[in-house]
Each structure stands twice: as C-alpha cells, then as structure tokens.
C-alpha cells in the first residue's frame, strides 16, 4: 500500500473516531425524553378519599435527577400563558424506580379530599411534568396527560 493511500486511511479513521466521540459526547447531552405519560383521577365518594395518579417514564442518558409534577385546570391562567420551568419550582417530585438502562419510571399520587374536589374547578385538567438530567437539560411537557373532573 502506497504512503499516500496509508496517510488517507489513517486520516479517515481518526475523522470516524472523532465524529463517534462528538456522537456520543452529544448523546450524554440530549434533553430527557418523557413517553407514556398517563393520569387517573379517582373522586372522593363519600367518606372515601379520592386520588390523582400518574405515571411516566423518562430517559436521560446522564441519569434522571428530578421529575416534578403539576396539575392545572385547562380553564386557569395557565392556559393563558406559555408554562416554563420557573413555573414548576414549587412543584411536587414523582418517586421514580430504575426500569431499562437509562430509562426510570416516575409516579406520583396525592390524595383527594372532601373539601378539594368541592374547591376544585370543574373539567378538564392537564398534568405538567419537568424532568431534569443529571448534566442539567431538562425537558418540560406542559401537557404530558390530562384528566376530567366532574
């Protein structure tokens, strides 16, 4: 093999090799991505309580530090405005279990009194979910399930 054809090969792979370690450096970098994201509201029936449930599984390539959840109705001022992650601050954390190599299932439940569905408006509800990576991306999903309230 010639010297020139040598150099060529050599030149490619260290490119190749290069474009793999940028592929992978970015990957470890991606936002965490939410799939399955579902709610069930249970009303409380007489002495009863009911509950709010939901579930979902993220993925982070760095590993999941944070998933928060927040129920609002679709007829609040949210709807009226874009939701941001500041706005999830005080929002509650899911408990999540290891589920796949990179992927944790997340789960949150509250109970629902008497006096909450009574205070509670009616209709449609959405859950807003923000998952944050242990690199620090994060991904919010403003209406990663919804639910009715009757």
């Known amino acids: 093999m010639s010297r020139r054809i040598a150099l060529s090969v050599a030149a490619g792979l260290v490119v190749l090799g290069g474009a793999g370690a940028f592929a992978l450096a970015h990957a470890g970098e991606q936002a965490p991505s939410l799939a399955g994201g579902t709610a069930r509201y249970t009303a409380p029936d007489g002495d009863r309580e009911g509950s709010l449930s939901f579930v979902t599984d993220v993925t982070a390539g760095s590993g999941v530090q944070s998933v928060k959840v927040l129920a609002w109705p679709e007829d609040s001022s949210l709807a009226e ?15 999540c279990t290891p589920s796949g190599k990179d992927t944790v299932r997340c789960s949150y439940t509250v109970q629902v009194t008497g006096a909450d569905a009574a205070s509670s408006p009616r ?28």
């Open 81 to 95: 405005k874009e939701l941001t992650p500041s706005d999830m601050a005080a929002a509650e954390r899911a408990d």
């Open 123 to 150: 209709g449609r509800w959405h859950v807003a979910v923000l998952a944050t990576a242990q690199d620090g991306t994060s991904t919010l999903d403003p209406e990663a399930a919804g639910f009715t309230v009757r």
